[in-house]
Nanobody, 116 residues
Framework: QAGLVESGGGLVQAGGSRRLACKVS???????????LAWYRQTPGKQRELVAI???????SYADSVNGRFTISKDNARKATYLQMNSLKPEDRAVYYC???????WGQGTQVTVPS
């Protein structure tokens, strides 16, 4: 069992920054160090898309649309993953979800709004 809870969303002006957090709880925390964790986002009428992933070995990958602006990180001690978002654009507006890639668990999402 796993619980993933995102936080940090809100209203951000274009060009601004925001840091999202995802706290992981439950039995999977015993193997947190071995998890691949990812951030996805979804806007109305569109499929959920992968934004960034951090693997158990620490390697990361990003969607082309956020590469160079977003940074994913993982804190094994705090059992959390973070998404630092810089130079935000109106097209970054979405609900952002945390995902456990091995177990398939999702968080409830956190809304990020960037007015145009």
């Amino acid at each position: 069992q796993a619980g993933l809870v995102e936080s940090g969303g809100g209203l951000v002006q274009a060009g601004g920054s925001r840091r999202l957090a995802c706290k992981v709880s439950g039995t999977i925390t015993s193997v947190f160090w071995g998890l691949d964790l990812a951030w996805y986002r979804q806007t109305p009428g569109k499929q959920r898309e992968l934004v960034a992933i951090i693997r158990s070995d620490g390697t990361t990958s990003y969607a082309d649309s956020v590469n160079g602006r977003f940074t994913i990180s993982k804190d094994n001690a705090r059992k959390a993953t973070y998404l630092q978002m810089n130079s935000l654009k109106p097209e970054d507006r979405a609900v952002y979800y945390c995902h456990d890639e091995q177990g398939g668990y999702w968080g409830q999402g956190t809304q990020v709004t960037v007015p145009s």
